[in-house]
Every structure is written in C-alpha cells, then in structure tokens.
C-alpha cells in the first residue's frame, strides 16, 4: 500500500476497463434493439430497464455485509460469474419474459462487483492517494465509452445476439485475469467475523446516519436524471429518426459524452482541489440538470451535441467525486456496507425509465418530458447541501 499502484488496484483498473468496455459495447443500444426488433413500447422497454435497476436496488441491502465479512477476491468472482451467464444467456431470449430475467441476473451481478471494486481500491490504496485513484478509474470508465459504441456500430452488422457472444467471451477474459492475479498476489485475508450478516444491519445504518441517508436520497434525484440518457433519451431519438439514422446519431453522442468526459476530467480533477466535493456536487446536479433540459428542446443533431456536452460536465463533476465523498463517510470496515448500500441510488434508475417511457407514450412532443425530467433532477442540490450541513461540512 506504499505506491500508488500495487498488484491488486491495477488489476482492479484492468477489471473495470474490460467490464465496462463489454457493457458499452451492448446496453447503450438495448432500447433501440428492443425498439426494432421487438416493438416493445415506451413502457414495457422502461420496466426492463426499471427491473434491471429494482434488481440492483434489492441486492443492495442484503450485499453489503457479506461483502465487509468475506474475502472481496471471492465476492468478485460470484459477481463476474453473474455477468457471464447474463450476456451468454441473452442471445437465446425471444420473450419478454427472458428479457426481464436477464435484467434481474444482470442488477444483482452489478450489485455485487461494482461496491466491492470500490471497496478494494479504497482499502488498498494510500488515503491521500484515494483521489487520484478513484479519478483513474472513472477516466478509464470513459475511455471504454469512447471507443466501444464506435465499434459496436460496426459489428452489430453480424448481429445483437453474436455482440452479446462476444461481450461474454470478454467477461471471461476479465475473470481469468482475478484468476490469475489472485493466484499470483493472494489478498491478505481480514478475521472473517462471526457476526451473521443481515439486511437489518443495513437499515441500522441508514436509521444511525442521517447525512448518509439524505446524501443516498441526493444520489437517487442524480441517478433518476442520469438514467435518461440510455432509456428515455436513446427512445425518443429512435422515434425522432429512422432506425439508421438514429444508431448513427445516438453512436456519436454516447462519443460526444466520452471524449468530453477525456478532455475535462483533469481540469475538474484539479478543480476539486480548490473546492469541497459537495460544491462540486451541487455544481455538477445543475448542469445534469440543464443538459436534460436541452435535450427536448431541439432535433438539430449540433443542439443535441451540445447538450450533451452539458449534460457530461454535470456528470463528471458528480460522479468523479461521489465515490470520494462517501470514502470519508465510512471507516474501513463499513466501507463495504456504505458503497453498498449507495446502490439504494437504483430506486431514481427504477423510477426514470418507467417514468420517462410513460412520457414519451403520452405526451406529443419531448419539450415538456425533458422539462419534468430536469426539474426532478434538479433536487439532489439541496439534498446534497443538507446531508454536508448535516455533518458540519458545509
């Protein structure tokens, strides 16, 4: 834990780009799929998203403490085996039923890998070296945005199913490298705690600490805004422009996200050494906030890229520094539970693409989705504000 990097967060950082290059090359473009292939409606699209996050949510409450009692090389290892039997299972669905069961597997595997990648990169990476880590792996996050929908544009020629095939073979190729590294470098094994791990110890937690509590309610008004942009938004240019047309566009804003997310993550990296992570937090909410905004407010492709653009610096303002705030809400044994249960975030992830295809389905136009859309986001600053006043930080 004396440098910056050691075998366990590199091969964590590994582990991030190749999962989340394997998910970006699939799930942006779930909802167009589904559109066209399928002819699901706005609703019955969002409740697969919904249920993906309502799984999530669920898994959420129960995860934490085994992941704080058992060994986190284990815990990763269920979690990634979860992702594997998702996306080779997903070609084989022709009901809608398979989809919503994929969904379930699919939120409780992400329950349990994406607390306990954070929960390590915390535990064996120097206190004041947190930042500039956890930066790394959101800056990583966006480089897979950048280049996987580029070429998944390319390869859905051959197919959806044989792309879910080959984002399968990548989840492998991930767990064969823990395989590898843990055999290789073995974690140092914390007492395992007789305690029986409980979902009432997670409703403790949110009953003992207020802050947190309204700081996950904040999270949940971020994850309700950002869920637009998969589900709601990916819809409503599927029905603004044919189905060609629309992946074209779509590709190039899901590049337009990621290549902002590149140019300005460094100067907001710098910008949180002069400010507090709840400025940029509240900061970052408003700009989420507007960017939804814009994006029913106009079809011209350049407004579209420049709300997006918006739109991203809202997000990396927000989510380079929600990890680090919740790092110093928790100590280390908890820390499991707390990123955890952070998850409860799913509940704006449920709520947004049900609501938003509900929208879309009866309202004419997108202006007045996007305007309720932007205002519900716009809650979690005074949600933010409170959890830090709360705690005296503010």
């Known amino acids: 834990m004396r440098s910056k990097f050691n075998a366990v967060t590199g091969t964590i950082l590994v582990s991030i780009f190749i999962a989340r290059f394997g998910t970006f090359l699939v799930l942006p473009y779930l909802t167009l799929f589904l559109l066209e292939d399928f002819h699901y409606s706005g609703v019955q699209i969002g409740t697969i998203i919904s249920t993906l996050a309502l799984s999530n949510l669920v898994m959420s409450f129960f995860v934490g403490p085994y992941i704080d009692k058992y060994p986190k090389n284990k815990v990763i290892m269920v979690g990634l085996l979860g992702y594997l039997v998702c996306y080779f299972y997903f070609p084989f669905i022709d009901y809608y039923a398979g989809f919503l069961g994929f969904a379930v597997l699919l939120g409780a595997s992400q329950a349990v890998v994406e607390p306990t990648y954070r929960v390590l990169l915390s535990l064996y990476t120097e206190p004041e070296n947190r930042r500039l880590i956890f930066n790394i792996r959101y800056f990583l996050i966006n480089i897979s945005a950048a280049v996987a929908p580029l070429i998944s544009v390319y390869f859905q020629k051959y197919g959806m199913e044989n792309l879910f095939f080959i984002v399968g073979l990548i989840f492998l190729l991930n767990i064969l490298t823990f395989v590898f590294i843990f055999n290789k470098y073995p974690l140092k094994q914390e007492p395992i705690s007789l305690t029986k791990p409980s979902i009432f110890h997670s409703f403790h937690v949110f009953k003992r600490d207020t802050s947190f509590s309204i700081f996950v309610l904040a999270l949940i008004f971020i994850s309700f805004g950002y869920s637009q942009f998969d589900s709601t938004f990916s819809q409503h240019i599927g029905k603004s422009f044919d189905h060609e047309l629309a992946?074209?566009?779509?590709?190039?804003?899901?590049?337009?996200?990621?290549?902002?997310?590149?140019?300005?993550?460094?100067?907001?990296?710098?910008?949180?050494?002069?400010?507090?992570?709840?400025?940029?937090?509240?900061?970052?909410?408003?700009?989420?906030?507007?960017?939804?905004?814009?994006?029913?407010?106009?079809?011209?492709?350049?407004?579209?890229?420049?709300?997006?653009?918006?739109?991203?610096?809202?997000?990396?303002?927000?989510?380079?520094?929600?990890?680090?705030?919740?790092?110093?809400?928790?100590?280390?044994?908890?820390?499991?539970t707390y990123f955890a249960l952070s998850g409860v975030k799913s509940v704006g992830r449920i709520a947004g693409p049900s609501l938003g295809g509900f929208l879309l389905d009866t309202m004419s136009g997108g202006a007045m989705v996007f305007i309720i859309i932007s205002l519900i986001t716009l809650l979690a600053i005074p949600s933010f504000y409170y959890s830090s006043k709360i705690r005296g930080q503010f």
Do not use: R
Not at 273 to 284: A, H, N, Q, Y
Not at 302 to 329: K, N, P, R, S, Y
């Open 247 to 336: 992946i074209k566009y779509f590709a190039w804003l899901i590049t337009t996200n990621a290549i902002t997310v590149l140019v300005i993550q460094y100067f907001v990296y710098k910008l949180g050494e002069l400010i507090s992570t709840t400025t940029s937090l509240m900061i970052g909410s408003g700009l989420l906030s507007i960017g939804l905004f814009f994006f029913g407010q106009s079809d011209l492709i350049l407004w579209l890229m420049v709300a997006m653009v918006i739109f991203t610096a809202g997000e990396v303002l927000v989510f380079t520094m929600v990890d680090i705030h919740l790092d110093g809400m928790c100590e280390d044994h908890e820390k499991g």
